[in-house]
């Protein structure tokens, strides 16, 4: 092996067995929760890397750049999620081209993402971006407003309303990181009690995955952890 293939190795068993430790400690199995390899800005070849070491779900934030790489790596079994903010001149390719999306926040967003679903494709699998903290420089819905959002998307055909996603403000404190893991959980509960049908919590990423998990996350999103810094 090469250094890079082995230090990506290395890195992602090192984060499956954090993600496995962190869920057995809060009495949940290792396969609840699932690792999105987060590979913005990185080359394609340690895309293919990681997923020779098993992984199959990589994040992208950039339209053309995951586009590239798509096209590089045709044929190998990837599952692909748009993360990243969402201009309505990309839907159509994040229509097309990607299995999940995060980060959907408008629904003048999600109308277009469902018109623009190719048909014969499944349904595109939706989160909505909330912002927990309500900072008002941060993506993101915020709490009060994800009820009606909610169903208005759960309406639309060629999407699939899967959960929630958040991406708090940075905090160095493992108590603290939870409180905003658990609001999002809590949301999800109130939305699932209100006749919608969620089983997502996208949260977490390299420095706060342990509370995460602590806090219910199905997928947790990590980069810099597999990847190295960007
Ligand atoms: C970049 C990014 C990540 C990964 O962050 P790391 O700190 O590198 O693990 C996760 N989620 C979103 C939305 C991102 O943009």
């Known amino acids: 092996m090469n250094p890079d293939?082995?230090?990506?190795?290395?890195?992602?068993?090192?984060?499956?067995?954090?993600?496995?430790?962190?869920?057995?400690?809060?009495?949940?199995?290792?396969?609840?929760?699932?690792?999105?390899?987060?590979?913005?800005?990185?080359?394609?070849?340690?895309?293919?890397?990681?997923?020779?070491?098993?992984?199959?779900?990589?994040?992208?934030?950039?339209?053309?750049?995951?586009?590239?790489?798509?096209?590089?790596l045709a044929g190998l079994d990837i599952e692909w999620h748009f993360i990243g903010p969402i201009q309505s001149n990309k839907t159509r390719d994040i229509a097309a081209h990607f299995d999940w999306v995060h980060s959907v926040e408008r629904g003048k967003i999600a109308t277009r993402l469902n018109a623009q679903r190719p048909v014969g494709m499944p349904p595109l699998n939706v989160l909505l971006q909330i912002n927990v903290s309500g900072e008002s420089t941060k993506s993101g819905v915020a709490p009060a407003d994800a009820r009606a959002l909610a169903h208005e998307i759960a309406l639309l055909p060629s999407l699939r309303l899967r959960g929630l996603m958040t991406v708090?403000?940075?905090?160095?404190?493992?108590?603290?990181?939870?409180?905003?893991?658990?609001?999002l959980r809590e949301?999800?509960?109130?939305?699932?009690?209100?006749?919608?049908?969620?089983?997502?919590?996208?949260?977490?990423?390299?420095?706060?995955?342990?509370?995460?998990?602590?806090?219910?996350?199905?997928?947790?999103?990590?980069?810099?952890?597999?990847?190295?810094?960007?």
């Open 5 to 72: 293939d082995d230090h990506i190795a290395s890195a992602l068993d090192a984060v499956r067995e954090q993600i496995a430790t962190a869920a057995r400690r809060c009495g949940r199995q290792a396969g609840d929760v699932s690792l999105l390899a987060v590979s913005k800005t990185k080359p394609a070849a340690a895309i293919r890397i990681a997923h020779r070491h098993g992984q199959r779900c990589f994040g992208e934030s950039y339209v053309q750049e995951a586009l590239a790489k798509q096209q590089e």
């Open 168 to 183: 708090p403000a940075p905090c160095d404190d493992p108590v603290a990181q939870r409180e905003p893991f658990r609001q």
């Open 187 to 230: 949301l999800m509960a109130d939305l699932n009690a209100d006749g919608l049908v969620l089983d997502t919590l996208s949260m977490g990423m390299t420095h706060d995955l342990d509370a995460a998990v602590a806090e219910g996350a199905t997928i947790v999103r990590v980069g810099t952890a597999i990847f190295g810094v960007r």
